[in-house]
C-alpha cells in the first residue's frame, strides 16, 4: 500500500514547491508598487537629513542603505528568494533529524506503519477458527471489542500524526508564498511590523512542524512496537487473551491525540502567529456535518481539543498600529 506515500507527493512536494514558485509571479506584480513607494520614502529620508550635521547623516544613511540592500535582494529576487524559501521549507525536518539522528516523517514510514497494522488484524481475525459458529459472544467480542478497536484507534494514530504534519508544511508553504510583499514592508517604518510578524509566523510553523516530526517518530516507535509484540506475543489464543491489546491502542491514540492538540498551542506561545490548532476545531465541525457517525467523532475531537486548552495563539506584538 503507498496510500501515504502519494498523499505525501501530492500535498508535499509537488503542492509545496508550486507555492513557492508561485512566488516569483508576486514579485513581478508588487515590484512597481513598492518601487514608486521606496522613491518617495528615499526622498523624505533625505529631506529629514535637512540641516543636520553631514557626518551623522552620512552614517546613518549609511546604515539605512546597508539594511535596503539586503531587504531588497531578498524580497525582490525570485532566484534568491526561493533559495531562501526552500531553505525555511526543508528546515524543520532537517532540524528534527538532528535530534534524532536523521529519522524522517514521510508517506513510506505511515505506509509502513499501515501495513504491519493490516497484518496484525489478520491475526485477530484467524482467532475465529478457534470457536464454532454458533459461538456468536466470541464472535463479536473478537470482531468489535478486539480486532474494530485495534483497527479503528491505529488508524487515528497514523492520520492524525500525518495530516497535522501535513497542515503545519502546506501553511508553512503559503505562508513563504506571500513573504516578498511582507518582506517589503520591512523597507517602512510605518509597516514594518507587517513584517516582523511574517517572521514570526514562519517561526511558528518552522517549530510546530519540527515538534510534529518529533512527536510522530516517538508515536511511530510506540506503536510498531506494540504491534511488533502482540505478533509475537501469545494473544491470539482466544478472544480473553486478545481483548487485552485493545486498551492499549486506545490509550495511545489518548495520549497521543493530547499531545497532539498541545503542540500548536506551545508553537504558538513561543513565537506568536497563527496556531495549527485551529485546523483541530474545523475538523470537528466537519465530522459533525456527517451524520450520526459523524457527530460522534466531532463530540470526540472537540473534546479532545477542549482538553489540550481552548487558546490558539496570539500575535508577536500587542495589537495596534504599526509605526
Known amino acids: 500500500m503507498t496510500f501515504f506515500s502519494e498523499i505525501a507527493k501530492i500535498f508535499g512536494a509537488d503542492l509545496g514547491q508550486n507555492l513557492l514558485q508561485k512566488s516569483g509571479n508576486l514579485i513581478s506584480e508588487i515590484s512597481p508598487l513598492f518601487q514608486a513607494a521606496f522613491a518617495c520614502y528615499i526622498l523624505l529620508v533625505i529631506v529629514s537629513y535637512h540641516g543636520q550635521n553631514s557626518a551623522e547623516s552620512m552614517v546613518d544613511f549609511v546604515k539605512r542603505a546597508v539594511g535596503w540592500v539586503v531587504i531588497i535582494?531578498?524580497?525582490?529576487?525570485?532566484?534568491?528568494?526561493?533559495?531562501?524559501?526552500?531553505?525555511?521549507?526543508?528546515l524543520p525536518d532537517q532540524l528534527a533529524s538532528s535530534f534524532v539522528g536523521g529519522y524522517k516523517v514521510d508517506g513510506s514510514a505511515m505506509d509502513t506503519s499501515w501495513t504491519e497494522l493490516m497484518k496484525l488484524s489478520d491475526k485477530i481475525s484467524e482467532i475465529h477458527n478457534e470457536y464454532t459458529w454458533y459461538e456468536i459472544p466470541a464472535h463479536l467480542a473478537i470482531f468489535f471489542k478486539v480486532n474494530l478497536t485495534v483497527v479503528f484507534f491505529g488508524a487515528i494514530i497514523i492520520g492524525v500524526a500525518f495530516a497535522y504534519y501535513m497542515v503545519a508544511k502546506i501553511s508553512l508553504a503559503l505562508v513563504l508564498m506571500l513573504g516578498p510583499f511582507f518582506l517589503g514592508c520591512l523597507l517602512f517604518p510605518s509597516t514594518r511590523q507587517y513584517g516582523i510578524n511574517w517572521i514570526g509566523s514562519c517561526l511558528n510553523y518552522i517549530i510546530t512542524t519540527c515538534m510534529f516530526v518529533l512527536l510522530t517518530m516517538v508515536q511511530m516507535q510506540a506503536f510498531d512496537l506494540a504491534v511488533n509484540t502482540f505478533m509475537t506475543g501469545n494473544h491470539f489464543e482466544n478472544a480473553a487473551a486478545a481483548e487485552a491489546m485493545a486498551p492499549l491502542f486506545l490509550l495511545q491514540a489518548i495520549v497521543f491525540l493530547v499531545v497532539a492538540f498541545?503542540?500548536?498551542?506551545?508553537?504558538?506561545?513561543?513565537?506568536?502567529?497563527?496556531?495549527?490548532?485551529?485546523?483541530?476545531?474545523?475538523?470537528?465541525?466537519?465530522?459533525?456535518?456527517?451524520?450520526?457517525?459523524?457527530?460522534?467523532?466531532?463530540?470526540?475531537?472537540?473534546?479532545?481539543?477542549?482538553?489540550?486548552?481552548?487558546?490558539?495563539?496570539?500575535?508577536?506584538?500587542?495589537?495596534?498600529?504599526?509605526?
Open 262 to 323: 498541545y503542540i500548536p498551542n506551545i508553537a504558538s506561545t513561543l513565537t506568536g502567529g497563527a496556531a495549527v490548532q485551529g485546523a483541530a476545531r474545523q475538523l470537528g465541525q466537519m465530522a459533525k456535518a456527517g451524520g450520526a457517525a459523524g457527530r460522534v467523532a466531532g463530540r470526540t475531537i472537540d473534546a479532545v481539543a477542549g482538553a489540550a486548552g481552548r487558546r490558539t495563539g496570539g500575535t508577536i506584538a500587542p495589537n495596534r498600529r504599526p509605526s
Open 73 to 90: 535582494g531578498l524580497s525582490f529576487s525570485p532566484a534568491l528568494f526561493m533559495k531562501l524559501a526552500n531553505v525555511i521549507y526543508e
